[in-house]
């Protein structure tokens, strides 16, 4: 019986671990996309942090992917939709704000890439 129930045990841990684990990457993912603060009243200006590095994004057919540890924000650069994948999953989350076209600048990086912007 004490096999069984350190293996339990040790099952257990692990799977404790690997939640823990989970979460915290998914936290430090979302975290690392967006690192600006303030300025949710226009004109924006009066915000702090760096705005999205759009050169460090991935480009995708149909925009660009910010891969992340457990999560990828994933732009679609036609419509403005931000969506999150996760284990091959895609959930469409929301579009670009006011502030976020303003703080950000997502048109100027999908032109740069050679997408037409429609947002």
């Known amino acids: 019986m004490t096999i069984r129930?350190?293996?339990i045990r040790t099952f257990a841990a692990f799977g404790a671990l690997s939640a823990v684990l989970l979460v915290a990457g998914f936290v430090q993912d979302v975290r690392?996309?967006?690192r600006t603060s303030g300025g949710y009243e226009p004109p924006y200006t009066d915000y702090t942090g760096e705005p999205i590095d759009w050169?460090?994004?991935?480009?995708?057919?149909?925009?660009?992917a910010h891969r992340g540890?457990?999560?990828n924000v994933l732009i679609d650069c036609a419509?403005?939709?931000m969506s999150f994948e996760v284990f091959k999953v895609t959930m469409p989350f929301r579009e670009f704000s006011d502030r976020a076209v303003t703080v950000?600048?997502?048109?100027?990086a999908c032109e740069a890439r050679g997408f037409e912007p429609a947002f």
């Open 79 to 81: 419509s403005g939709m």
């Open 69 to 71: 540890h457990v999560v």
């Open 104 to 108: 950000h600048k997502p048109r100027e």
């Open 55 to 64: 050169a460090t994004l991935d480009v995708t057919s149909e925009g660009m």
């Open 32 to 34: 690392s996309f967006d």
């Open 5 to 7: 129930k350190n293996l």
